[in-house]
């Protein structure tokens, strides 16, 4: 059935039941004019993302459950980056009306099964006509100890967390048509790009630890989100290229752009973070639990270098996504 059949108050009261729970916090959800919360004691994280169809996916090779996932998980890697800890969610949807209602029903699987995942609350939204599929979410948190982006100093040193450029590898196995399952050393970076995982978890206990002193997701390449702390910081940083992690599937699969897609693919949403040196011992013990791996340090003099096993140095070249500026049709 088409989404011009269905109608506009049927497909609100089908998010209705299919979101029907509420948190403790929650006075009033879906089906008024606005939801209702009742305020905490902790400070109040915001996010919001915008997906449009075309520019941050491409719905033949995106099946609508994992948009569905992203177009939440892409916010909650927002509040991992500030440490917090995600409450609440709104909706807004642009629905193109000979849109079918099963693609529809996918997607909201899968926004509820990200939601379920990281005890999210869907408390309202909105829903319009649009000529390409439109999808804005936006996310309420909370956090004790928040990390932002301007606290990197000199002598601190780089960390990441997974394996930066397996989205972008993935995205580029996605174009040439290899799926989930058709080669299961291709799987995990493909898993990386359809259904990526944010670092709720670390960042809470990176920040909860004191152990962070800047943090960012990596959304656009790790090129781009070490320049936002580097700016935000006043500082510059080195990357040692020896200590890029690379995964079994970049090895096989990346072949010599295999470092061009660590330093510069976006759409990882790990984290990147900097830290005090003397906090390595908490850091190795955190690093028992999540993938960690350190990769350069904070210099004084602005500008990123990159490091070689000789130790010469070159400056990076910043690359990666930008609306407006990139010819990228897929982050």
């Known amino acids: 059935m088409k989404l011009e059949r269905l109608g506009e108050r049927e497909l609100i009261e089908a998010i209705r039941r299919e979101f029907s729970s509420a948190g403790r916090r929650v006075t009033l959800g879906i089906g008024d004019d606005a939801a209702v919360l009742r305020p905490g004691k902790l400070p109040l994280i915001l996010t919001k993302d915008l997906l449009v169809e075309n520019?941050?996916?491409?719905?033949?090779?995106?099946?609508?459950?994992?948009?569905?996932?992203?177009?939440?998980?892409?916010?909650?890697?927002?509040?991992?980056?500030?440490?917090?800890?995600?409450k609440y969610a709104l909706l807004g949807l642009g629905f193109p009306p000979d849109l079918s209602s099963r693609w529809v029903r996918e997607f909201l699987a899968g926004f509820e099964s990200a939601a379920r995942q990281?005890?999210?609350?869907?408390?309202?939204?909105?829903?319009?006509?649009?000529?390409?599929?439109?999808?804005?979410?936006?996310?309420?948190?909370?956090?004790?100890?928040?990390?932002?982006?301007?606290?990197?100093?000199?002598?601190?040193?780089?960390?990441?967390?997974?394996?930066?450029?397996?989205?972008?590898?993935?995205?580029?196995?996605?174009?040439?048509?290899?799926?989930?399952?058709?080669?299961?050393r291709a799987d995990p970076v493909l898993r990386a790009f359809l259904d990526p995982v944010p670092q709720i978890h670390l960042g809470r206990e990176l920040a909860r630890s004191n152990i962070a002193s800047a943090m960012i997701d990596?959304?656009?390449?790790?090129?781009?989100?070490?320049?936002?702390?580097?700016?935000?910081?006043?500082?510059?940083?080195?990357?040692?290229?020896?200590?890029?992690?690379?995964?079994?599937?970049?090895?096989?699969?990346?072949?010599?752009?295999?470092?061009?897609?660590?330093l510069h693919g976006g759409e990882d949403f790990g984290l990147l973070f900097t830290s005090p040196p003397a906090k390595g011992r908490l850091l190795d013990r955190l690093a028992k639990k999540f993938r960690i791996t350190k990769i350069g340090r904070i210099t004084r003099k602005k500008g990123i270098h990159l490091v070689d096993r000789s130790g010469r140095r070159t400056p990076l070249e910043i690359k990666g996504y930008e609306h407006f500026t990139s010819k990228e049709t897929s982050r």
């Open 218 to 262: 990596t959304s656009d390449g790790l090129s781009v989100d070490l320049m936002h702390i580097c700016d935000e910081s006043g500082v510059g940083a080195e990357i040692e290229l020896s200590s890029l992690p690379l995964s079994a599937g970049m090895k096989i699969f990346g072949g010599k752009r295999s470092v061009a897609y660590a």
């Open 118 to 184: 990281a005890g999210v609350v869907l408390v309202g939204g909105d829903l319009s006509k649009a000529k390409e599929i439109v999808i804005s979410v936006t996310v309420l948190g909370e956090g004790l100890k928040l990390v932002t982006r301007s606290g990197a100093r000199p002598g601190h040193l780089a960390f990441i967390s997974g394996y930066p450029g397996d989205a972008k590898l993935g995205f580029e196995l996605t174009l040439k048509r290899i799926s989930l399952g058709g080669d299961k």
């Open 55 to 86: 520019v941050d996916f491409i719905r033949r090779l995106h099946a609508a459950f994992f948009i569905g996932r992203k177009s939440l998980n892409v916010n909650l890697s927002d509040i991992a980056a500030m440490g917090g800890t995600p």
